[in-house]
């Protein structure tokens, strides 16, 4: 049963059924009226085992304003929701009735036509957990019907890291010397790839890094907030430190130590591969680069604490990619 109280802000409903208790406020009666109308139809429906009567354009709108925001990508997430809603009509206009294993197969094969594999399996996992938290949590789909679809299989993992030459013709398109002050953003471009491959930091998490999370005494740099939710230290080489002790000088004032944000990063890290000639090399194969030289140095379970990694597959897989001429003196007495 729904009820309707006036309010300073306009008209707030309330609906209780099923042992469900809802509120909204709106600025007129009608509109609560809809809305308490929309709500008890959906709870209805949820209890017969009945898809309401929505598509699977507002369940993923619904996700996009209520679940995205709490995630750490959330504002990644809501930009490609909001992209497959305006593209993909044939999705997204299907009533979730009618949303079953078919619809998810022939939007995966129509994708798979303009995108590649990983674009799809990362649009994939926002689908499936939009699809999971409809069908547990607001009883809009009776089950997951992504769960019986085949997920397109993941490429071969990256292997490529730089190649000394490529480092040196960087540090020259950067304008970065090591002896000099990086005065400019370009030349900090320069400092924060050689930092990122003596640390194996991600450059979002090099773009963040504070003076309070610094421990200069102890070599170690705090990380209160990654990728993966949990927080890290960092040891520092001696590189690294000298790095961080030069950048620091010139951005002073600055919120973070580099001074640059990371789509400030991304964008003038491009320009200076194009200056440098160089193809095919992606920031994040700093990362690569420097867990392969670590891993000369201490063991995988350091490794992983070093470089944030709980699963350690992916770590082996992904990350560390030794060349094998590299490690044949290793295997002499």
């Known amino acids: 049963m729904a009820t309707f109280e006036k309010r300073k802000a306009g008209w707030q409903a309330r609906v209780r059924k099923g042992g469900l208790n809802e509120t909204a406020t709106f600025r007129t009666k009608a509109e609560a009226a809809a809305w308490a109308a929309a709500?008890?139809?959906?709870?209805?429906?949820?209890?017969?085992?009945l898809a309401p009567n929505r598509t699977f354009g507002e369940l993923l709108q619904r996700y996009s304003e209520e679940v995205s925001p709490s995630k750490r990508g959330g504002r990644w997430e809501q930009i490609r929701i909001a992209m497959l809603i305006r593209d993909y009509t044939a999705l997204c206009d299907t009533r979730l009735a009618q949303f079953n294993t078919e619809t998810v197969a022939t939007w995966r094969d129509e994708r798979l036509k303009s995108v590649s594999e990983l674009s799809v399996i990362r649009e994939w996992a926002i689908l499936q957990n939009a699809c999971s938290v409809a069908a547990k949590e607001w009883r809009w789909l009776p089950h997951n019907p992504m769960l019986q679809v085949k997920k397109p299989t993941a490429p071969a993992a990256r292997s490529r890291r730089p190649t000394d030459d490529e480092i040196a013709r960087l540090q020259l398109a950067t304008g970065y010397v090591c002896d000099e002050r990086p005065e400019t953003m370009m030349a900090r471009v320069g400092a924060v790839w050689l930092f990122a491959i003596e640390t194996a930091m991600r450059a979002g998490e090099i773009c963040s890094i504070t003076l309070e999370h610094v421990h200069f005494d102890d070599r170690i740099v705090y990380l209160p907030k990654t990728k993966n939710g949990h927080?890290?230290?960092?040891?520092?080489?001696?590189e690294a430190l000298r790095i961080l002790r030069q950048v620091a000088e010139v951005t002073d004032g600055h919120a973070t130590v580099f001074g640059i944000a990371a789509a400030s990063l991304d964008a003038l890290f491009r320009k200076a591969k194009a200056m440098a000639l160089i193809e095919d090399l992606h920031f994040h194969d700093s990362r690569r680069e420097a867990l392969t030289r670590m891993a000369k140095k201490v063991d995988v379970m350091t490794l992983a604490k070093i470089s944030g990694h709980r699963d350690l597959r992916i770590l082996q897989n992904t990350y560390y990619a030794p060349k094998m001429k590299e490690l044949v003196h290793l295997l002499d007495d």
């Open 39 to 49: 709500k008890e139809n959906d709870l209805a429906a949820g209890r017969a085992g």
């Open 231 to 238: 927080a890290r230290e960092v040891p520092l080489t001696r």
